[in-house]
T-cell receptor, first 111, second 113 residues
Framework: GNSVTQMEGPVTLSEEAFLTINCTYT??????LFWYVQYPGEGLQLLLK?????DKGSNKGFEATYRKETTSFHLEKGSVQVSDSAVYFC??????????FGTGTRLTVIP | DAGITQSPRHKVTETGTPVTLRCHQT?????MYWYRQDPGHGLRLIHY???????DKGEVSDGYSVSRSKTEDFLLTLESATSSQTSVYFC????????????FGPGTRLTVL
């Protein structure tokens, strides 16, 4: 079956620290992989995606590389800001219509 | 935001009452989805639609029904609400430009007492 496992939070970092949020997946076929971000009181926004092995998705200083050999899609950012405080969701999509989400990781960045 | 609105944004209701949530989109997207978001579960698909009058079940469809009588509106109905349906409900559409990408509405917070 399809599933996504995310590192549990919450994660608290100081401003300008390096961020890694781990995500591993199990999937049938060749999934597309996504990171979504949810700011307080809002819906989910697509942050970045990768559709095949070794692709790197990037946006707003965040990046993640599709690693088929380790079935991983870890999210990284070199220097976080207070405005990055949010909940981050890893997700996958195979040939079906729905997305399979991880449970989310809450990030808090303190000044 | 792909022109997605949800109504109501917040609702409190009592066990056993019917509830309908509405998702409205303005960009003629064919595919629309309803998810629920619960702590420890992420988002889970309830139902989706692939056209007017064309719908199918998702992972957690029990206790929910949907209807799509026109392209722009996708309705989610709880025929008899239960406390286990207290959740945040998100509507999503499938991107026209990239079919593996979905965009989400702002959500409806539903509390069933």
């Amino acid at each position: 079956g399809n599933s996504v496992t995310q590192m549990e939070g919450p994660v608290t970092l100081s401003e300008e620290a390096f961020l890694t949020i781990n995500c591993t997946y199990t999937a049938t076929g060749y999934p597309s992989l996504f990171w979504y971000v949810q700011y307080p009181g809002e819906g989910l926004q697509l942050l970045l995606k990768a559709t095949k092995a070794d692709d790197k998705g990037s946006n707003k200083g965040f990046e993640a590389t599709y690693r088929k050999e380790t079935t991983s899609f870890h999210l990284e950012k070199g220097s976080v800001q207070v405005s990055d405080s949010a909940v981050y969701f890893c997700a996958l999509k195979t040939g079906a219509n729905n997305l399979f989400f991880g449970t989310g990781t809450r990030l808090t960045v303190i000044p | 935001d792909a022109g997605i609105t949800q109504s109501p944004r917040h609702k409190v209701t009592e066990t056993g009452t019917p509830v309908t949530l509405r998702c409205h989109q303005t960009e003629n997207h064919r595919y629309m989805y309803w998810y629920r978001q619960d702590p420890g579960h992420g988002l889970r698909l309830i139902h989706y639609s692939y056209g007017v009058k064309d719908t199918d079940k998702g992972e957690v469809s029990d206790g929910y029904s949907v209807s799509r009588s026109k392209t722009e509106d996708f309705l989610l109905t709880l025929e008899s609400a239960t406390s286990s349906q207290t959740s945040v409900y998100f509507c999503a559409i499938r991107s026209l430009a990239s079919t593996d990408t979905q965009y989400f509405g702002p959500g409806t917070r539903l509390t069933v007492l």
